[in-house]
Structures are given as structure tokens and as C-alpha cells.
């Protein structure tokens, strides 16, 4: 196959959605507890907020023979493999676990990291297929 995408799975969107209905009605029927609806509210907008940018950016990364697409919440943006300065694969040590992103930076000056909530698979696994369609070119 030459044309692969990946999004956040559409699982975790749900959860997201449901986190955030969750949260609103609480802040909007909860008791006259202030700090509980700030709370509440700030759950509100993080968890809504993340659920709509993943939701809007379907899919978060494709790739093909002749480049790549990269979506965000409002736009998007599609780069040939000539325009693609360099794609790496970045280890960072998080609460004593090793967690893989990618790193796609652009001709503009662009860097673009995805991690497995971006893409819905292991960074790795999709560094492995888009060097394959990058030397392939």
C-alpha cells in the first residue's frame, strides 16, 4: 500500500467527549461549591479543547510516494519529500518510562512532533514507514 494516515483513535476522542459532558454538567448542576466549578470549568475547556483538535485534525499525519499532510484544527499543510529537511525519532524519559515521538521539520522552518495520542500508533512503527517512503522517492 503507498498511502498511509494516522489520527488519534477515535476511542480516546470519545472518552474525551463524554470527560468533557461529564465535567459540564457537574460545573452546570453541582452545588454552590465555587472552587468545584473551576474545577469543573477548567476541566471543561482542557478536555474539550483536546477533543475538539482531535477531532478536527483527521488524520493528524498521511504520507504517500510523493510526501506527506499534516493537519492541525484549522488548516493544513502538504510537503513533497524534497521539502522534508529532516525526520527523526526523539526517546524522552517521562515519569521513568521511555516515550517515543517523531519529528518531521520542513523547508519553512516548520517542526512537527507526534506522539502516540497524535497518531494512534507507535511513533516508531511510523518512522519505519515513512523512511521506507522517503528513500522510495
Do not use: K
Request: charged share 20%; aromatic share 8%.
Amino acid at each position: 500500500m503507498d498511502n498511509y494516515a494516522w489520527s488519534a483513535p477515535v476511542a480516546v476522542l470519545v472518552v474525551g467527549w463524554l470527560a468533557a459532558a461529564s465535567a459540564l454538567a457537574w460545573c452546570a448542576l453541582g452545588s454552590g461549591d465555587a472552587p468545584g466549578r473551576v474545577l469543573a470549568g477548567t476541566a471543561v475547556l482542557v478536555l474539550g479543547g483536546g477533543a475538539l483538535v482531535g477531532s478536527m485534525a483527521r488524520p493528524r499525519l498521511a504520507a504517500s510516494r510523493s510526501g506527506v499532510r499534516v493537519r492541525g484544527p484549522l488548516r493544513g499543510a502538504q510537503y513533497g519529500w524534497s521539502e522534508v529537511s529532516r525526520l527523526r525519532l526523539v526517546h524522552t524519559r517521562r515519569f521513568g518510562r521511555d516515550v517515543p515521538s517523531l519529528e518531521l521539520e520542513v523547508h519553512d522552518q516548520r517542526l512537527y512532533v507526534f506522539g502516540w495520542l497524535d497518531l494512534g500508533a507507535d511513533p516508531r512503527d511510523v518512522a519505519d514507514i515513512l523512511s521506507t517512503l522517503r528513500a522510495a522517492n
